[in-house]
């Protein structure tokens, strides 16, 4: 839940492209991985970011801490222009933007113990003296459930679930005040999932931090994002209130994404989508970008692309049909 209404982090027309295939008559191609997108994320609010494989969604976290370069837009972080900072400027402000990668044996180095792991971000930002920090680390892996013998174990040592457990107290270790969270149960077993979403509320309960969790499970989503944006193809189409956008979602993308969720009760059955399988590359188009793959498509949405708009309820849909 939102304790404070203050914007800690404001996006404004970020763009993230990338150059593929040769030049056409002399121009380059470009793919609009992020194309002017917007977001905002309160202090102690956890914002859930949805879509399929390919949309564009760990571009976005990864441009808004400039591990990706952006092409343009604008990303202030707690008063902060953080696409204007030199490289010295931004080391410093990365004490308070962290991330959790999705797959926790490709984050770690597997030369590492964890206790050089957790350790070396303490001693790099001057957070810890050396005779302080096995109790620092110690402190750290009690806070995401493991027990202090863990800091001397190498990353090939530890099950998934440990690993990721590790990695979210590396993300930690700083005191951040926003964590972009990327996929972080995706590469996990059920069981593990639930322990792992379990430790992340509770650190946002306790230490209030914000995040940006990105997933394309919508049970998960749903169960740790007050707010929830839905992305396609670099674009946000749809933003809103988590309940209201997953109970009751209004694009048609969104929709179809609901839709495709399976149900465990045989009962159940689905209604077709009615979308087709394929999305089209982000590359520049006239008009709608789900266009292609809508039942509900009209000469306009061919023409012309629609605005990320307010409709009823607060809600903001970028759609002609709505």
């Not at 989503?221 to 929830?228: F, G, L, Q, S, Y």
Request: net charge positive.
């Amino acid at each position: 839940m939102r304790t404070d209404r203050a914007p800690l982090l404001t996006v404004s027309h970020l763009q993230t492209w990338f150059p593929t295939g040769g030049r056409w008559f002399g121009r380059r191609r470009w793919l609009r991985a992020v194309d002017d997108v917007d977001l905002t994320i309160c202090r102690a609010e956890t914002v859930g970011l949805v879509g399929e494989s390919g949309c564009g969604k760990t571009t976005l976290g990864r441009s808004i801490l400039r591990l990706v370069e952006p092409r343009g837009g604008d990303v202030w972080f707690g008063g902060i222009d953080v696409l204007r900072l030199r490289p010295r400027e931004m080391r410093a402000l990365r004490r308070r933007m962290q991330i959790v990668f999705q797959d926790p044996y490709a984050s770690l180095s597997p030369r590492r113990q964890v206790r050089q792991v957790l350790a070396e971000p303490l001693l790099l930002h001057g957070l810890a003296l050396p005779a302080d920090l096995d109790a620092r680390v110690a402190r750290l892996l009690a806070d995401v459930g493991l027990e202090p013998y863990f800091m001397h174990r190498y990353p090939h040592e530890m099950s998934g679930g440990q690993r990721q457990r590790v990695a979210i107290a590396r993300a930690l270790a700083l005191e951040p005040e926003l964590i972009v969270a990327d996929e972080p149960v995706s590469a996990l077993d059920v069981s593990i999932r639930a322990q792992i979403l379990r430790i992340l509320l509770e650190l946002r309960r306790k230490r209030g931090i914000a995040m940006l969790f990105i997933s394309h499970d919508l049970s998960v989503v749903e169960r740790v994002a007050d707010r929830t944006v839905v992305m396609y193809l670099g674009r946000i189409v749809e933003e809103g209130e988590t309940t209201a956008v997953i109970g009751a979602p209004l694009h048609p993308y969104m929709q179809r994404l609901v839709q495709s969720v399976p149900v465990a009760d045989p009962v159940v059955r689905r209604r077709p989508t009615g979308a087709c399988a394929d999305a089209p590359p982000a590359i520049a188009a006239t008009g709608c970008a789900f266009a292609a793959r809508c039942p509900e498509v009209a000469d306009l949405c061919r023409r012309v692309a629609p605005l990320l708009e307010t409709k009823a309820g607060g809600r903001l849909v970028a759609c002609h049909q709505r």
